[in-house]
């Protein structure tokens, strides 16, 4: 993604707006089959295995990065991080990520509604995103008819 900070055109914006849609859908998707489908054999299942089953006592969080192809979200790495500090994971190609507490032992339910709502909060980002940059397009197109 190259944000809206790289290009203030209208055409860059609404095609920036254009990308945050197709993330905002890609991942209404994937919260579809979390909700709906079993974890076995979902996207998700990898992430669930590390959150539910991991030593909390050397880990604190898992990551599962999200990458947006042809508007199908893949899952394309998950990342267990230590406790204590730690600096951001950059995985190329991923469009976003979520992130859970590890919770050894965690329930499919628990994880689904724990998933489900980072996955929402992420939705509703991506949404805001996209209208910010076309309220932002349409600002510079009116200030050019002027």
């Known amino acids: 993604m190259t944000g809206t900070d790289s290009d203030d055109s209208p055409a860059a914006l609404r095609e920036d ?3 945050y849609e ?3 859908d890609a991942l209404e998707d994937l919260l579809e089959e979390l909700r709906e489908a079993e974890l ?3 996207r998700l299942e990898g992430l669930f295995d590390e ?3 991991s030593n909390p006592n050397i880990w604190n969080i898992v990551s ?5 192809e042809d508007g199908e979200a893949v899952v394309t790495d998950e990342s267990k991080l230590a ?7 950059i995985v190329e190609g991923c469009d ?9 032992g965690m329930m499919p339910d628990e994880f689904t509604y ?7 909060q992420r939705i509703e980002e991506f949404r805001q995103q996209a209208a910010e940059a076309r309220q932002k397009a349409d600002e510079l197109e009116d200030a050019g008819d002027e």
Do not use: C, H, R
């Open 22 to 24: 197709e993330i905002a």
């Open 96 to 104: 976003t990520m979520i992130t859970l507490d590890i919770e050894y």
């Open 83 to 89: 406790q204590g500090s730690w600096a951001p994971e």
């Open 114 to 120: 724990t998933a489900g709502k980072k996955l929402s």
């Open 64 to 68: 599962a990065f999200i990458d947006v």
């Open 51 to 53: 959150v539910s089953s």
């Open 17 to 19: 707006a254009t990308e």
């Open 40 to 42: 076995k054999g979902s």
